[in-house]
């Protein structure tokens, strides 16, 4: 499986961990930034691209926040690979959604932010 993490370059942390896991992931992966996606041909409003992260798999499967973090790990070597799988494992989707929520409503106090984000606090 290959895809494209999708991430708000808006965003100091978001970027900042975009850039880990473009150097982490496997060849034939890729990040972008979510304004440089053709919105049509992704099947994503700019809503959407502005809500969370996206994996955009080769197959056209889509999925979106802690989803598109753990299928973005899983493509990169161990021990990351194996962390994405424990994220994505159904006992651990609600704490996983949770912590990406957690995550997601702070980033702008996160490691690598400039205490900006492009989008408001929720």
Same mark, same amino acid.
């Given at each position: 499986m290959t895809g494209i993490l999708v991430y708000?370059?808006?965003c100091g942390f978001c970027t900042r961990s975009a850039k880990w896991a473009e150097r982490h992931m496997r060849d034939g992966n890729a990040v972008a930034a979510s304004y440089t996606l053709n919105q049509e041909a992704v099947g994503l409003t700019q809503a959407q691209l502005d809500e969370k992260a996206w994996w955009l798999d080769d197959d056209g499967t889509k $999925?979106?926040?802690h989803e598109a973090i753990a299928a973005g790990m899983k493509e990169c070597g161990q021990p990351y690979a194996a962390a994405?799988? $424990?994220l994505a494992a159904r006992p651990l989707r609600p704490i996983s959604r949770r912590l990406y929520a957690?995550?997601?409503r702070n980033r702008h106090k996160l490691p690598g932010s400039d205490g900006t984000c492009g989008l408001p606090e929720r």
């Open positions: 708000d370059a808006d $999925v979106g926040g994405g799988t $424990v957690l995550v997601a």
